[in-house]
Structures are given as C-alpha cells and as structure tokens.
C-alpha cells in the first residue's frame, strides 16, 4: 500500500512559519484578489485563499467585478494595484469570461507583485534558471516530494500535462541545480506515443492532465510516487451527495503498486493555496529589501534537519 503524502500537514506546518515572520514585520503584506463574475469554483477558490491569507496576517482585499467587465475596465484595475505601494500581491483568479484573454492580465500585472507566477517575465525567469515568483502548484509538488523523503536528485520525473500553469513550470522546477531538484524530466500529454510505457518509466509520476482517473495501475512503476494534481467532482450513486472528488489519478488501483501517492483531496491542493501566501511574503519582503527567503525552503530544510 502506497504511503500517503499528505499535504495538509506540511501545508499546516508552512503556513505557522508564514505566521511566525509576519508577527516580526511592522508593516503586513498586502493581497489584492481580483474575481470577475460568479463562477461558482471561483468564489469558493477565492474566498479560500482570503481566508487563509488573513489566518497568517496578510492584508487581503478582494475586488468583485461583474460578469460583462471589459479587458479594458480589468486593465485598468490591474494598473492602479501595480502602482499602489500598499499592495504587495495581485492575483487574477482563472477563468476569466469571454471577452477577457488571460494572457492580456498576465502581460499586465507587475512581475514583482505576480504571487501566482505566471507572467511572461516570471516565466522566463524560471526557464534562464533565475526563478523569482513561481507557480503555486509546482511549488506545492516540490515541497510535498522532498519533506516527504522521496529522493528527486537524478530520478526520472514524468509530468503529465503541458499547461502554463503546472506542467510546464513544474517540468522546468524540476530540472533546475538545486538540493530540492536536480531530477531528469519528461513532459508527456494526450498526444503523447505510448503514454502508458513512458509512465512506467517514471521514477516519480505527476499527473496534471485534467482528465478524472485517467492513471491506471498498470501506468505505475512499482515503488514509484505518484503526485494527482487533478480535481474532479464525479457521479457516485453510493453517497449521500450522488457525487465525489477524484484526481487524475485511479487511486485506488494505483495505491497498490505505488511507493507513495498523494490523496485527493488532502495532497497537492492545500499547498497551492500555501504557495500563493508564501510568494505573496516573498514579494513583500523583496519589494522592501529586507532579507527575504522562500519559506517552502525553510520548511524543506527543517524537514532534513
């Protein structure tokens, strides 16, 4: 049976060093969250990571913004939070409706105040090996393998999914000289040949594809970790609800052949929400010159400790 690896603790245990730094400023980051529309995924996202930001003292405002807002009017938005010195942290909450292109707030949100990473120039950054505001998610999957002890340094990690957002970033986060990387790293998707065998190859496996328990067992090589970066909600007659939550991943088949497997829920999504506090901290503390170190790293290296 695979061994868990448990998000909620670690994300609990980053989130009281968030908390511990943050009582020693003077002055508290702030966390501007913007939502447009009532997407009903959105407002529970985001009212979760205003909640969590408030738990560990960061300043947290959310700007509601009605469905038919146009580019321009968001644009404008964005701009006036890039040059407001009491905001630390600007956040665009995806999707965006129609009429608005997320690569247009993206180009035009400061990079220094870019707590989700995912800024052309953040991006890049991360690509030369110079990472400044990373992805929340590829963070997340980092901590959780090494606080874990799985050894990433030299392994085959296989990323499943392509996106902007996880896969792509992941996949470079990975690769990069460092003690908490260093991994040889695939990146495969739908088009992939012989998706299944290029899995089995995988040392480390994480699946970031968005397609409910598309990761069979016999996808897994035996002792490997398993990451599902995937969230679905799913008809299940046998509960009260008629539904549940699944990942990427077909656990229960998986947790047999696996070495370690992250839960779903309970794995990668609390620390997603961790990251985007700990960047916002990161941004905070840059912006101001005071000595700044990301906090997953302390909680990494108090792991090993």
Not at 297 to 303: K, L, N, S, T, V
């Amino acid at each position: 049976m695979a061994k868990p690896l448990d998000g909620k603790q670690l994300a609990a245990e980053i989130r009281a060093l968030l908390a511990e730094r943050i009582a020693t400023r003077a002055e508290k980051p702030g966390l501007r969250l913007f939502r447009v529309g009532e997407d009903p995924a959105s407002v529970v996202y985001v009212r979760n990571k205003e909640k969590s930001s408030l738990e560990v003292g960061i300043r947290s405002e959310v700007v509601v913004l009605p469905e038919q807002t146009t580019e321009s009017d968001l644009l404008t938005r964005i701009a006036e939070s890039n040059a407001d010195p009491s905001v630390d942290g600007i956040l665009v909450q995806l999707p965006l409706p129609g009429q608005i292109r997320s690569e247009a707030v993206m180009e035009a949100i400061d990079p220094g105040k870019d707590v989700d990473g995912l800024t052309p120039a953040n991006q890049g950054a991360l690509t030369l090996a110079r990472p400044n505001l990373v992805p929340c998610t590829p963070l997340g999957v980092v901590a959780l393998l090494n606080r874990n002890g799985v050894e990433v340094a030299g392994r085959h990690v296989v990323v499943l999914g392509r996106s902007s957002i996880v896969g792509r970033p992941l996949s470079v986060l990975l690769s990069l000289k460092a003690p908490w990387a260093d991994a040889t790293v695939t990146v495969a998707h739908s088009r992939s040949r012989n998706l299944d065998g290029l899995c089995r190859e995988a040392d480390i496996l994480v699946a970031a594809m968005g397609q409910p328990m598309a990761v069979k067992a016999n996808w897994i090589k035996p002792g490997s970790a398993v990451v599902d970066v995937g969230i679905h909600r799913i008809d299940d007659p046998s509960r009260p609800s008629g539904s549940r939550l699944c990942g990427d991943v077909d656990a229960a088949g998986v947790s047999d052949v696996a070495g370690w497997l992250s839960p779903v829920p309970g794995g990668v999504g609390p620390l997603t929400v961790v990251m985007l506090l700990a960047n916002t901290l990161l941004a905070f503390e840059r912006r101001r010159g005071l000595p700044a170190r990301p906090i997953w790293e302390d909680a990494i290296a108090a792991g090993r400790a």
